[in-house]
């Protein structure tokens, strides 16, 4: 089956049940028929059996399966809920959705239908269900908000879920805020607090919210060991392991990771495991150190099997095809940049998949909740409607004019409602920062305007730019200053686009434009006028000091390239590569042949 997301599936572990394996006891199932059906239901339910697959948890779910008549009926609905349980490790979301809407519909146990719930909505999410997913979410919110007759412990591990599928979705505010109810309502207990640390930690991290967050993770960690718990301790260091290499510190990082890379193999969870392989890679490679940076970018690689989109996996892609290019060595780079592109595709469209549904539902619930209101005033209209039809013809009058009313109010919701959906489209495929188009809608935007190219026989060049030194901007300035930056190099370019231009950002601090018809040297004249453009722009730090901006260019054509995407970008990125190389700030493009390339606004022979 496909892994959950690294938060959700420690929050699953939590909500149905936690805690670490144990051995069951071998006499379990050395007499079937000596040990009643109560008792084996009593074993099954130890929290070992809602972490594992082993065979002995197994092996107990199918003694009771024939004897479920010798169980008491909500007895048979807790049978069925570890039945639900285990069907979902084993990936038969057929048999666990069957399972835990009948559990919702017999049960009368409220605590059973709150954890049975949380475990619906983890399933809905791994079967990328993400609609039904958030639907079911708000009734999880509802059950467990304050005033809630649930068990503490219960609530506890709801807030736990609900932060974590947040987390998931990019929605980090909403996170943090559940997150952070564990700990303002006194939730939180002993021998549990691990869990609620490292659910607050990933909330704030995902929502770059540093500032305080060292001493919550030192906390963490400390909180984790003391209850044992290796598995969240480990995820609590990958966060600051990660805020270590953010901070330009690799030294920190290799060392953090490596200390704890062995206790992470032994507790076997792939996830966790291709996390810090994955930002091991990130570290080395910062530091210089490529055999190394390599050797466990292929480690992450092997142990991301599962999501072959998780962000490990495409991390590791990209060390490995910057590697190889650096090497000379095309083919691997080529190879290595197509899986790349495919893996960070799909972890685009999963994350932009969420993104959609969450704001889908919440319009839907608005929608619902408009129209639950629409209702209550047309009944209000009907039973005054009846009052004033004694009042014979001389009422008519104001009766239209109040169905008149009715009938605007129901078509101006539907406008907002309506205009509402069309923005948050809109917002799905532009980037927050900048307002271009993000990469996913670059990508599918160029491919489409390279087909209609091809079909005619038109020209057409790629352009990427990288802004120059811009890490350093931040680390000297700060990231308020960096995103200044960057909405200045944008606005630089735009001055120089036409409509027919796709322009989008890629990543960081880097850019791609694609040019229809368009010929090199047209593309080479152009790119020539907004890197001076770039260049020209003033941007100031918090200190009035003026910040120095450039950027460096490559570009691609389709008559050296083809119209094939990946390979203009392959290209276009190679003459990026050189034009870094040979002291960034110019122009240059992929064709060794080029006879000249522009250098701060000169013509300089390559020769």
């Known amino acids: 089956m496909r892994a959950f997301s690294a938060l959700r599936r420690l929050a699953l572990i939590a909500a149905c049940g936690g805690g670490l ?8 199932a050395a007499s079937t028929n000596a040990v009643d059906a109560a008792s084996l239901l009593q074993q099954a339910e130890h929290p070992a059996c809602t972490t594992s697959l082993s065979d002995q948890c197994v092996s107990l779910l199918r003694q009771l399966e024939p004897r479920i008549d010798e169980l008491a009926p909500e007895q048979q609905q807790h049978l069925r809920y570890l039945q639900a349980w285990q069907a979902i490790l084993a990936g038969d979301y057929k048999k666990s959705d069957a399972l835990t809407h009948a559990i919702l519909s017999d049960s009368q146990d409220d605590d059973l239908r709150l954890k049975t719930r949380m475990l619906q909505v983890n399933s809905l999410s791994e079967q990328s269900r993400f609609e039904d997913a958030f639907r079911q979410l708000d009734q999880l919110v509802g059950a467990i908000g304050e005033g809630s007759r649930a068990t503490p412990s219960l609530r506890e591990k709801g807030y736990g879920v609900v932060s974590s599928l947040y987390a998931d979705a990019g929605q980090y505010a909403l996170a943090s805020y559940y997150a952070e109810q564990i700990f303002t309502q006194g939730l939180a207990r002993p021998g549990f607090t691990c869990v609620d640390d490292h659910a607050r930690i990933a909330a704030r991290f995902g929502g770059r919210q540093w500032n305080g967050i060292e001493p919550l993770i030192s906390e963490g960690v400390a909180t984790c ?11 609590i260091r990958y966060f600051a392991a990660s805020l270590a290499l953010q901070q330009g510190d690799s030294d920190k990082a290799i060392a953090l990771l490596s200390k704890h890379l062995a206790e992470v193999h032994r507790d076997n969870y792939s996830q966790q495991v291709a996390q810090f392989e994955g930002l091991l890679a990130q570290a080395y490679q910062q530091a210089g150190k490529t055999p190394l940076a390599r050797q466990f970018a292929l480690a992450a690689v092997g142990h991301g099997t599962s999501n072959r989109f998780a962000p490990a996996v495409v991390e590791a892609y990209k060390i490995l095809y910057t590697l190889a290019k650096q090497e000379g060595d095309a083919a691997s780079a080529l190879a290595y940049h197509e899986k790349y592109m495919v893996a960070d595709k799909g972890h685009l469209d999963e994350v932009s998949a969420k993104a959609l549904a969450f704001q889908t539902v919440k319009q839907q619930l608005a929608a619902n909740k408009a129209q639950v209101d629409t209702l209550s005033r047309q009944n209000q209209v009907l039973k005054l409607q009846q009052a004033l039809d004694r009042k014979a013809s001389e009422t008519s009058r104001l009766q239209l004019l109040l169905l008149l009313l009715v009938l605007g109010f129901i078509a101006f919701m539907t406008y907002r ?3 509402s959906q069309l923005r948050f489209m809109k917002l ?24 209609y190219c091809r079909k005619s026989s038109r020209q057409a060049c790629l352009v990427l730019i990288d802004l120059d030194h811009f890490k350093v901007v931040n680390d000297t300035h700060g990231h308020a200053v960096g995103d200044r930056v960057l909405k200045r190099a944008v606005a630089a370019c735009e001055q120089h686009l036409r409509s027919t ?10 850019f791609g434009i694609l040019l229809p018809e368009c010929t090199l040297e047209q593309a ?4 020539e006028q907004i890197r001076e453009a770039i260049a020209a722009a003033s941007v100031f730090g918090d200190n009035l000091a003026e910040v120095p901006v450039s950027a460096s260019f490559g570009v691609a054509t389709i008559e050296r390239s083809g119209y ?4 203009l970008l392959v290209d276009a990125d190679d003459g990026l590569y050189r034009a870094k190389r040979e002291g960034r700030n110019r122009v240059m493009v992929s064709d060794d042949t080029q006879p000249r390339q522009r250098v701060a606004g000169v013509a300089v022979d390559h020769g």
């Open 564 to 567: 094939d995407l990946r390979k």
């Open 524 to 527: 080479l004249a152009r790119a």
């Open 21 to 28: 394996p144990f051995a069951v006891s071998t006499g379990v």
């Open 501 to 510: 231009d796709i322009f989008g950002r890629l990543g960081g601090e880097e």
């Open 428 to 451: 799905a495929r532009r980037d927050g920062l900048t307002g271009i188009f993000n990469r996913q809608h670059f990508v599918t935007s160029a491919e489409q305007q390279l087909q």
């Open 225 to 235: 060991l003391k209850e044992n718990n290796s598995l969240y301790a480990n995820g």
């Open 417 to 419: 409602i309506k205009r």
